[in-house]
């Protein structure tokens, strides 16, 4: 098997690196395109389904494709710290790529609406974390005031190096379906992710790797929904924490991408979350976290739609490890506890 060597070498032509550029790299990037058929099963009509299943990235999340071209570009530049404001994957990124790369990591984070699995990684990843009494929005205007006056560099998806390296997840799924899906469903929160993915599939498809471009559909959750509702949301709640946004910073951007491709945005509560979390860990054996889930929830909610025999891609953003008390929270299955130590308890709940 060859080496990957992480997507700014697999991809170079495609980024603005140059052969003086340093890579920071993790080796990020490669994650698989796996088929659901059990979600299949649930549509019909000769429907293919697959998942993007990039909480197998270093990190966990696909923030990683972004950080390695931020941070490598911000080492290029002589940065010696770096800034973000995160509901929890961005921070985890920021923070390994950052001191992977010798620099300091500050991140900013609404203090107690990070899962805990993703704070474990920034504390361990040696970030300098800074928890505000506030939401994601506001850590989002005093990073972005910070970063202009003083030295350090923005690593939020408005630093443009963050959606070029996203957009190298288009350029895999095209590689590995031989064309783009007809539909493209996708979670969004600051709507970087959809922005870059749209940018990918133009490129790949200018370049004569795709015939088609695949309409892109965006979802929220329904407690956070400013792009599906066109507004603003000044107190955003949703159980998938990680797109608890109310003013996400690539809404034109992602508007764009909605009607250039005859996309749709819809929202999905979280029930409708939580179930195809639950079926997709119960029934296909995919963890990932429940931000993620809603690219699923969302498809099975316009099922309808989908014509016969399309090719679907549901883009898995993170990991189900990083939020383990939702896992907790959320399953059905069978969790016998307090057992007597020995064979005749054990055959007994057993059933035999
Ligand atoms: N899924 C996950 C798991 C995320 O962490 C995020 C964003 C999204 C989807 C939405 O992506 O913002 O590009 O539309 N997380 C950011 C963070 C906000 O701080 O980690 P988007």
Known sequence: MQDWPGLIEAYRAWLPVTSTTPVITLREGATPLIPVPAIEERIGKGVKVFVKYDGLNPTGSFKDRGMTMAISKAKEAGCEA???????????A???????????????????????????????YGAEVLAIRGNFDRALDIVREAAEKYPVTLVNSVNPYR???????????VDALGDAPDWLCIPMGNAGNITAYWMGFQEYRQAGHSRTLPRMMGFQAS?????????????????????????PVNRAKAIAARQASNGAFLDVTDAEIIEAYKLLGGQEGIFCEPASAASVAGLLKRKDEVPAG???????????????????????AAFHTDLNPDLATVAGVMGF
């Not at 770096?82 to 985890?92: L, M, Y």
């Open 223 to 247: 407690g956070s929904a400013p792009l599906v509702n066109d507004t603003t949301v000044s107190d955003p709640d949703t159980i998938a924490t990680a797109i608890r946004i109310g003013n």
């Open 310 to 332: 399309a090719t679907v891609v549901c883009v898995l953003t993170g990991n189900g490890l990083k939020d383990p008390d939702c896992a907790i929270n959320n399953n059905d």
């Open 82 to 92: 770096v800034i973000c404001a995160s509901t929890g994957n961005t921070s985890a």
């Open 163 to 173: 959606l070029q390296g996203q957009k190298t997840a288009a350029f895999e799924v």
């Open 94 to 124: 920021a923070a390994a790529y950052a001191r992977r790369g010798g620099m300091r990591a500050f991140v900013l984070i609404p203090d107690g609406y990070v899962a805990q699995g993703k704070l474990a990684q920034a504390l361990v």
